[in-house]
Each structure stands twice: as structure tokens, then as C-alpha cells.
């Protein structure tokens, strides 16, 4: 019997279940028929989102902090991205801009941007602060500290 997992969409934030050796088949929403796995990050425009795809994903969801003003955050940005494309479907990767939801920056006590937090099952399990600005080092960084 193959595994199933919970993975929330990008698009609507709707939950879907998909078997885990489907994974790297670009699986799409049950509800927006949009692929859950797009190669970039999301943005998760408020803490309901955050939320949402921090407490249910059942991959690990990557998460940089950031503000539209911060320059290691803007050059930081590309790598990121390209980041994103490297380490789906085994991990989301999404953007949580500190400006527009400062609420969630002070609930995990982020004192600069950008900062990385890794969370698992809902929990945060490491932290980088600054900025990795080659794809690798965020490729890197994210795998040693996600559970295998």
C-alpha cells in the first residue's frame, strides 16, 4: 500500500492527498486543476495561508522571510527561485513578505531578513539567517536539515 501525503495547492490553498510515489508525476489540485508543484515559490499573502500550508503540508515547507526593501533579500531572490525548482516535489518552497504580514514575523521572532525557517509537521526545525545567494547553498542547507 503506497503512502498517501497532504500537499495544499498554491493556488486555491485547498488540501489535496496525493500518493507519495506520485510525487514527481506533476500531480494537480482536485479543486483549481492547477499543478500543486509550479518549480517556484509561493507567496503566502497572510497568516491564514501560512498557516494553512505550514500545519498540513506533509512535506517540509521552506520558508524565506523577507521585505521588498531589504537588498540581501532582493539578492537573495534568484537563487530562491531557482532553489525551488531544485528541491520539488520533496519540499514547498514558499515567501513570507515581513511588510505586508508583520504579524507572522513576530510570532517566529525574526530579527533580520531574510532568514530561512524550515518546518515539519507544523513545527519550525532550523533557522538561517542571511541571505544564501548561491541556488546550491539553499539546496544544501535545506536538505541536511529536512528528515530524510
Known amino acids: 500500500m503506497t503512502e498517501t501525503l497532504h500537499i495544499v495547492c498554491p493556488h486555491c490553498h485547498t488540501t489535496n492527498r496525493v500518493r507519495a510515489d506520485q510525487l514527481a508525476s506533476a500531480p494537480t489540485c482536485g479543486q483549481c486543476k492547477q499543478p500543486l508543484f509550479a518549480g517556484h515559490p ?23 522571510f523577507w ?10 531572490a534568484p537563487a530562491y527561485e531557482q532553489a525551488a525548482a531544485l528541491l520539488e516535489p520533496q519540499m ?5 513578505d ?10 517566529y521572532n525574526i530579527r533580520s ?14 533557522r538561517q539567517a542571511g541571505a544564501l545567494t548561491v541556488p546550491g547553498q539553499i539546496v544544501q542547507w535545506a536538505r541536511t536539515h529536512a528528515p530524510a
Open 113 to 126: 531578513i531574510p532568514t530561512l525557517a524550515l518546518f515539519v509537521g507544523g513545527r519550525e526545525v532550523a
Open 92 to 96: 514547498q518552497l514558499a515567501k513570507v
Open 67 to 76: 521585505a521588498p526593501w531589504c537588498g540581501p533579500c532582493r539578492m537573495m
Open 42 to 64: 509561493v507567496a503566502l499573502p497572510d497568516e491564514a495561508s501560512f498557516d494553512k500550508h505550514v500545519a498540513r503540508s506533509q512535506i517540509p515547507v521552506l520558508v524565506d
Open 98 to 107: 515581513t511588510e505586508a504580514v508583520p504579524a507572522l514575523g513576530t510570532r
